[in-house]
């Protein structure tokens, strides 16, 4: 089984600041993936960023950065610099590889603030 | 380059009546598939997974049902719909056996059961 938990249903950031957003994950798998994905107004699902259950390193990808802590089994998101676009709905989701199933969390809506 | 189509893009429907929702998968073979369900302001429900033309999970026992007539087809079905039913469906695929891709989402069904 697994198991997704995103504690902050909102959150309202400045522009230009950093924000987090908590996940924390469980599952009896070994071998898995953690995703960020971004949902805005329009619905549609914009892939942000991934890490791998053996990767040693923290993901990266622009102003989004993931800070993997395997032991206490949380991936939580920075958003640096927010921008006004960065405003939407944010998911976390984890993707054992036994069974590829990819199941996510409840979501943070994230208001950046001009 | 693989996309994907989802279709209807809005839907009205009463109750009692049935319902199918199409997704398919162009450019790659045998793709992980996966239906989706959100309320509004809500989270991604898992309703059905697949990895394989005759392997069709369940995630939530209810009065949907899914099939996959072909590799890159997958249909979400009902044959009464409910009021709960509502929502926002997306269909979802990802590379199989891959270990460090993301999924890719449809641009979802808006369904509303009057």
């Known amino acids: 089984a697994q198991k997704i938990t995103q504690t902050q249903p909102g959150m309202f950031v400045q522009e230009k600041e950093a924000v987090t957003l908590d996940c924390t994950y469980d599952?009896?798998?070994?071998?898995?993936?953690l995703f960020w994905y971004k949902q805005p107004s329009s619905g549609e699902m914009i892939f942000l960023i991934y890490?791998?259950?053996?990767?040693?390193q923290n993901a990266t990808e622009g102003r989004y950065s993931l800070n993997f802590q395997k032991a206490r089994k949380s991936a939580n998101l920075v958003i640096s610099a927010s921008q006004l676009g960065d405003s939407a709905m944010y998911f976390c989701?984890?993707?054992?590889?036994?069974?590829?199933?990819?199941?996510f969390g409840a979501g943070t809506t994230v208001t950046v603030r001009a | 380059s693989q996309t994907i189509h989802q279709w209807p893009a809005t839907l009205v429907q009463p109750v009692g009546s049935p319902l199918s929702l199409e997704c398919t998968v162009e450019g790659t073979s045998n793709p992980n598939l996966y239906w989706y369900r959100q309320a509004a302001g809500r989270g991604l429900q898992l309703l059905f997974y697949s990895i394989g033309i005759d392997q069709i999970s369940s995630e939530v026992p209810q009065n949907l049902s899914a099939s996959r007539p072909q590799d890159r087809q997958f249909i979400l079905s009902s044959k009464k719909l409910l009021l709960s039913d509502s929502g926002f469906y997306l269909c979802a695929w990802s590379v199989p056996r891959a270990r460090n891709t993301e999924a890719f989402f449809g641009q979802g069904t808006r369904l509303t059961v009057v």
């Open positions: 890490q791998g259950s053996y990767d040693q």
């Open positions: 599952t009896s798998d070994p071998s898995y993936g």
């Open positions: 989701a984890i993707w054992t590889y036994n069974d590829y199933k990819l199941s």
